[in-house]
C-alpha cells in the first residue's frame, strides 16, 4: 500500500446528494489534513485532525463535515454542495512534534459538482 | 490576503539549463519552508525543505536559498531534466514557534515550470 490512499479518486455529484470522500495513511503518523486545491489558487487548508482531535477549521461551510475515527483514516462528508466546490481535494498526514514539517499527500479525489 | 505568494504562474527553460523559481512571503512568523513538486492527477510531493535557521540547502540538482530579510526564498534546479516538468509549490509554516504542533502548511498557487528539450 502507497503512503497516503484517497477514495474515490473522482466524484460527480448532484447538488442534493450527500456522498464522503475517504483516506487512509499507513505511515503511522498522528495527523491528517483536508485541502481544498481549485484552479489557480493555492492548496487552501480546510481541516487538521491531530491525535485524532479537529484542531483547525478555516472558516469551511458547514456542508463540508469532516470526521476521524483514528489516526490512520480520515473522512470528509458532503452535502448539498454546489458547483464552486468542485475542485480537487486532497488528504496529507505528517507526524506533529516530528523534526520536519513535511507533509504527505495522496493523488486526490476530484471532485465535480452539477 | 495571500501569505504565500509565486507570482509566476509558469516557466519555460530548456533542457541542461537552470530553472529558478522564485517565492515570497508575508508572515513574519514563518519558520520553515518546503517545496513540493506535483504532476497532473497525482498528489504534490515533497522536493526540499529548509528552516529559518540556514540560509541555504542542497539536495543533487536542487537548492533552496532564504532570504529572511527579503522574505523571499528559491528554488534552483540544475542542470534541468524533461522529468522536471510540473507544477512546484512552494510552502511555508510556523513549525517551531508553534511548538512543531499540527499546524499544517501555507501553499502558494504553484509555477507550472516547463522544461524544452
Known amino acids: 500500500e502507497t503512503g497516503v490512499t484517497q477514495t474515490p479518486r473522482h466524484l460527480v455529484m448532484g447538488m442534493t446528494n450527500k456522498k464522503s470522500l475517504k483516506c487512509e495513511q499507513h505511515?503511522?503518523?498522528?495527523?491528517m489534513y483536508w485541502y481544498k486545491q481549485s484552479a489557480k489558487k493555492p492548496l487552501e487548508l480546510m481541516f487538521v485532525?491531530?491525535?485524532?482531535?479537529?484542531?483547525e477549521n478555516n472558516s469551511v461551510p458547514s456542508r463540508f463535515s469532516p470526521e476521524c475515527p483514528n489516526s490512520s483514516h480520515l473522512f470528509l462528508h458532503l452535502h448539498t454542495l454546489q458547483p464552486e466546490d468542485s475542485a480537487l481535494y486532497l488528504c496529507?498526514?505528517?507526524?506533529?512534534?516530528?523534526?520536519?514539517?513535511?507533509?504527505?499527500f495522496g493523488e486526490g479525489s476530484r471532485l465535480t459538482v452539477l | 490576503d495571500q501569505q504565500v505568494k509565486q507570482n509566476s504562474p509558469s516557466l519555460s527553460v530548456q533542457e541542461g539549463r537552470i530553472s529558478i523559481l522564485n517565492c515570497d512571503y508575508t508572515?513574519?512568523?514563518?519558520?520553515?519552508f518546503l517545496w513540493y513538486k506535483k504532476y497532473p492527477a497525482e498528489g504534490p510531493t515533497f522536493l526540499i525543505s529548509?528552516?529559518?535557521?540556514?540560509d541555504k540547502n542542497e539536495d543533487g540538482r536542487f537548492t533552496v536559498f532564504l532570504n529572511k530579510s527579503a522574505k523571499h526564498l528559491s528554488l534552483h534546479i540544475v542542470p534541468s531534466q524533461p522529468g522536471d516538468s510540473a507544477v512546484y509549490f512552494c510552502?511555508?509554516?510556523?513549525?517551531?514557534?508553534?511548538?512543531?504542533?499540527?499546524?499544517?502548511?501555507?501553499f502558494g498557487k504553484g509555477t507550472h515550470l516547463i522544461i524544452q528539450p
Open positions: 496529507a498526514s505528517s507526524q506533529a512534534g516530528g523534526d520536519d514539517g513535511e507533509l504527505f
Open positions: 505511515l503511522g503518523h498522528n495527523a
Open positions: 485532525y491531530s491525535l485524532e482531535e479537529r484542531v
Open positions: 508572515n513574519s512568523m514563518f519558520d520553515y
Open positions: 529548509i528552516s529559518s535557521i540556514k
Open positions: 510552502a511555508a509554516s510556523s513549525k517551531w514557534s508553534s511548538g512543531g504542533g499540527a499546524d499544517g502548511l501555507t
